[in-house]
């Protein structure tokens, strides 16, 4: 469903303008009213006047965000997701959990992926720091963002829904040609394939044409990429907008090289307004025009999530109470757990990851290994033989887990009901209170979204306190929780 307003703001400029959006009669959207400011009073530690509550997306600078796009084969949600940030670890650095991401699947959002053969996903991801330094300082302004995407992905989303004679007939180059941001993104009907950032003109436009033709060469440099990826697209057009002349000596420059049709796009023109259209809003318009359609992307702070999520802030205030309380251990009901965790599964479980191909394989086991997880295969073959079942559910707890996450015992067993249930002791570390307990919630998440796994109680021990470990003060969240096991009916 449609929303009925939305708001775009960009924070990466020298200007700040915020502007709102809402659907339109004669056109698509109508543009109800823009603000700018060439500095905030007070500093921008301070509230941006007219701060809009919600419905606002925020646009990142392109050059923050990678973009991947790889051929996979089936496999559950949060094992792709870990995957996937493993990948763009391994290209950029860090580790998983210095990434935050969001993808695509051909066309179906989140979702993971069913029919067992390989689909294209488009993954977009950003460092966990250039996430949270822009998080904090929008809520510094007073600004509560339902998404944060690059200006490119806000564009890609703009056309995909007002140009599907364009964007849904094969393959396609979107150019756009901004003051300070310059970029392309290729695609087709389902997924985007690639994005980059074009460089600016540094002669001032003295020598613009020679400028053209180096961005020509770009378009046709990414449309020859395109052709050999293992998904091959054939681009068959180039759509061009932003800066009147550069857009249109681009438009005349391309229109020379011929093999692909040009197009002069203007996506000002999608938005009624009491005066003429500004292209040099096309971001900010096409960010508020995303939240009026629904964001295709999104790149937030756990923090973030959990402000929406009615089952993650309840957690989130059990702990934060617990930290005010001068770090006092809290007890919902008597633990129990017995089996020691142990060192065979992962040998003998990691057979059933070979439909992984060999680079996710590789991460996702890189992934495993570095949080040096172990869990119970004995108690498995003490329930009975022929469950392997069982196996496949520990291994989706695994990749589920944040790195942070470890596991200290574990037992499976069934109740009088003949119910399997499983009890896990654990712990949460982290260099600080609010990134242990982050992912003490993600892990949490991940677990009550698990079709398979039912949650049997509230967790059943729940301790934050401070720790040291090699001379390193720590912040550390222990918990014990229950489920129950669902059988796997197929």
Not at 361 to 374: G, I, M, P, T, V
């Amino acid at each position: 469903m449609r929303k009925s307003h939305g708001y775009g703001l960009d924070l990466n400029t020298d200007d700040y303008t915020l502007l709102k959006v809402s659907p339109g009669k004669e056109k698509k959207y109508r543009l109800e009213w823009i603000k700018e400011f060439s500095s905030i009073p007070g500093g921008e530690s301070s509230r941006l006047p007219d701060a809009p509550g919600g419905n606002l997306v925020l646009t990142l600078p392109g050059a923050d965000v990678s973009l991947m796009t790889v051929m996979l084969p089936e496999m559950k949600s949060r094992m792709l997701a870990n995957a996937l940030k493993g990948l763009i670890a391994k290209e950029k650095g860090g580790g998983i959990d210095d990434w935050i991401i969001d993808y695509t699947i051909a066309g179906k959002k989140g979702t993971g992926i069913q029919s067992g053969q390989k689909k294209r996903i488009t993954a977009v991801g950003a460092a966990r720091e250039t996430i949270e330094g822009q998080f904090d300082k929008a809520e510094k302004m007073g600004l509560v963002p339902i998404a944060m995407m690059p200006g490119y992905l806000a564009l890609e989303q703009l056309f995909r829904v007002n140009e599907p004679a364009l964007s849904e007939d094969g393959g396609w180059i979107l150019v756009f040609m901004g003051k300070t941001e310059r970029f392309l993104c290729a695609g087709d009907s389902e997924t985007l394939l690639l994005a980059r950032i074009l460089p600016g003109d540094l002669s001032g436009g003295t020598e613009e044409e020679e400028y053209i033709g180096k961005i020509a060469v770009e378009i046709e440099r990414s449309a020859f990429f395109a052709r050999q990826k293992e998904d091959s697209v054939e681009i068959n057009r180039v759509i061009i907008c932003g800066e009147p002349r550069s857009a249109d000596s681009l438009v005349t420059r391309m229109a020379e090289t011929g093999g692909m049709e040009i197009i002069r796009w203007k996506p000002e023109e999608l938005f009624e307004t009491d005066g003429p259209g500004r292209w040099e809003n096309t971001l900010s318009l096409a960010a508020a025009a995303a939240v009026i359609e629904s964001p295709s992307y999104s790149l937030l702070p756990m923090r973030a999530v959990v402000g929406k999520n009615d089952f993650l802030r309840r957690y989130a205030i059990v702990t934060v109470s617990a930290l005010a309380a001068s770090v006092a251990p809290i007890l919902f009901i008597g633990g129990i757990w017995t089996a020691g965790v142990q060192e065979e599964f992962l040998a003998r479980a990691g057979g059933d990851m070979d439909f992984l191909t060999e680079r996710v394989d590789a991460s996702a086991e890189s992934y495993l290994h570095n949080r040096a997880l172990k869990t119970c295969l004995s108690n498995i073959e003490g329930i009975g033989r022929g469950q392997s079942w069982l196996a496949g559910v520990m291994r989706e707890i695994a990749l589920g887990a944040p790195d942070a996450i470890t596991f200290e015992k574990m037992k499976i067993d069934r109740d009088a009901g003949e119910k399997y249930q499983l009890i896990l002791k654990g712990r949460s570390v982290a260099s600080d209170g609010e990134l242990a307990q982050l992912s003490f919630l993600r892990f949490l998440q991940s677990l009550d979204s698990n079709p398979r796994l039912q949650r049997k109680r509230e967790p059943s021990w729940l301790e934050i306190s401070g720790i040291e470990e090699d001379e390193i003060v720590r912040s550390r969240v222990a918990f014990t929780v229950e489920y129950y096991i669902l059988e796997d009916r197929e």
